[in-house]
């Protein structure tokens, strides 16, 4: 019988242990902490868009996605332009001193440049997506419509440079995402940047 104990021993055996539990505990975080990972398509919904505006023609829209949402693309014309002062007195926040935008966006066009109105095209009222009125003075919208975007969910009108009318539900004007200018022709949704 021993009388005494192998101390070496125990210490191998103890820092064996200690060390095949700490590799097991390893393997068993790796996946645990991968899983906690944004996934590709998740990554991807929160990614920048490039947009080619090269072939848009004056009074043309294209919609894209980013983050899930649409975001619209207007090139607007100079009669357009000229209509969004006009509409002032309409509209519930002229100046977009309540909206989303970034300080590019902070002027009477709401744009980086006057001429292309980058918005996203959500309401702001209960989330349905307005639907594009270009034309002056349909029946159903009135004789003082000078053209922009209606919501067919509950009747909230935006002019055409996203500001919400009076007496609409809408709260406030249409939301402005960060982008900018990458080239004459190519913008760049969800950054914000230098215009080109």
């Known amino acids: 019988m021993m009388s005494g104990v192998d101390n070496d021993k125990r210490r191998f055996l103890t820092q064996a242990a200690g060390a095949v539990g700490a590799v097991g505990t390893g393997f068993l975080a ?29 009074g043309q829209r294209i919609v894209v996605l980013w983050r899930g949402k649409p975001v619209w693309v207007l090139k607007r014309t100079p009669e357009t332009l000229q209509t969004i002062p006009e509409l002032d007195g309409e509209v519930l926040d002229p100046r977009s ?23 996203v095209g959500v309401c702001t009222h ?6 594009f009125r270009p034309e002056i003075a349909p029946a159903d919208l009135g004789a003082d419509w000078k ?7 509950h009747g909230s ?3 055409l440079a996203g500001r919400v009318y009076k007496g609409v539900p809408a ?11 990458a080239s004459e022709n190519r913008i760049v949704v969800g950054l914000e940047g230098e215009k080109a």
Not at 171 to 181: D, G, K, Q
């Open 30 to 58: 790796v996946p645990f902490l991968s899983s906690m990972k944004p996934s590709a398509k998740a990554e991807a919904l929160g990614a920048p868009v490039e947009v080619d505006i090269a072939k848009l023609e004056p």
């Open 97 to 119: 001193d309540q909206s989303d935008q970034p300080l590019s966006s902070k002027n009477e066009a709401r744009s980086i440049r006057p001429e292309i109105f980058v918005a």
């Open 126 to 131: 209960l989330g349905c997506s307005p639907v």
């Open 147 to 153: 053209g922009g975007f209606f919501c067919p969910c």
């Open 157 to 159: 009108k935006f002019d």
């Open 171 to 181: 709260p406030v004007n249409l939301e402005i995402p960060p982008y900018y200018f």
